[in-house]
């Protein structure tokens, strides 16, 4: 009898490094894989339509949030972004083990649909290495900036929700911990 995938859940603020880590995760050796996320807003340089995120129009977003098409979904920055629900649930009954990238909003959400899901949470020891990695994206304005900080700190009042907490000020040991965090949730049956 196949047992059902775990799904694991990290949110980050802004700047944190969640993207870089996500990356890295995927292409260990531990054999999870992306749930890729529904957005509206447009893509960044490199990113590709079905890889990084499904792009939609806000018209073809609502539509499909209408009609239940979302294990979760948010408005973040004056953008929707969502969860395709059938896409997680197959993977995991199907014996898969699959990360979910997404804000605090969302696994709030999911938690209450996966009660099993694991958080993860990953942060910076300060708001001031948060500022600075946002700075050196070139992404954003610095009004755009003070908005992510402000919604980082709102996001990291939220921390005792998450099973775990990683600290990104270094990238390899943060990762270390990343994998480790979630290779002892696989072993554990």
Same mark, same amino acid.
């Given at each position: 009898?196949?047992?059902?995938?775990?799904?694991?859940? &990290?949110?980050?603020?802004?700047?944190?490094?969640?993207?870089?880590?996500?990356?890295?995760?995927?292409?260990?050796?531990?054999?999870?894989?992306?749930?890729?996320?529904?957005?509206?807003?447009?893509?960044?340089?490199?990113?590709?339509?079905?890889?990084?995120?499904?792009?939609?129009?806000?018209?073809?977003?609502?539509?499909?949030?209408?009609?239940?098409?979302?294990?979760?979904?948010?408005?973040?920055?004056?953008?929707?972004?969502?969860?395709?629900?059938?896409?997680?649930?197959?993977?995991?009954?199907?014996?898969?083990?699959?990360?979910?990238? &997404?804000?605090?909003?969302?696994?709030?959400?999911?938690?209450?649909?996966?009660?099993?899901? &694991?958080?993860?949470?990953?942060?910076?020891?300060?708001?001031?290495?948060?500022?600075?990695?946002?700075?050196?994206?070139?992404?954003?304005?610095?009004?755009? &900036?003070?908005?992510?900080?402000?919604?980082?700190?709102?996001?990291?009042?939220?921390?005792?929700?998450?099973?775990?907490?990683?600290?990104?000020?270094?990238?390899?040991?943060?990762?270390?911990?990343?994998?480790?965090?979630?290779?002892?949730?696989?072993?554990?049956?």
């Amino acid at each position: 009898m196949m047992r059902d995938g775990k799904l694991f859940i &990290i949110s980050a603020p802004s700047g944190a490094g969640k993207t870089t880590l996500e990356k890295m995760l995927l292409s260990s050796e531990l054999g999870l894989i992306k749930s890729v996320s529904t957005t509206t807003r447009a893509p960044r340089a490199a990113e590709e339509n079905h890889k990084d995120y499904i792009f939609l129009t806000k018209d073809e977003f609502v539509k499909q949030r209408d009609e239940g098409k979302f294990l979760e979904w948010a408005e973040v920055f004056g953008n929707f972004y969502g969860t395709p629900k059938s896409k997680v649930i197959n993977a995991i009954k199907k014996g898969k083990n699959v990360v979910l990238s &997404i804000d605090v909003r969302g696994a709030e959400q999911v938690k209450k649909i996966f009660p099993e899901a &694991i958080l993860i949470f990953i942060n910076t020891s300060s708001l001031n290495i948060l500022k600075g990695r946002l700075k050196r994206r070139l992404t954003d304005s610095d009004e755009e &900036i003070n908005k992510r900080l402000e919604v980082a700190n709102n996001e990291i009042a939220k921390l005792g929700m998450y099973d775990y907490t990683i600290i990104n000020d270094d990238l390899a040991t943060a990762f270390g911990e990343l994998k480790n965090v979630i290779k002892k949730r696989l072993e554990k049956e």
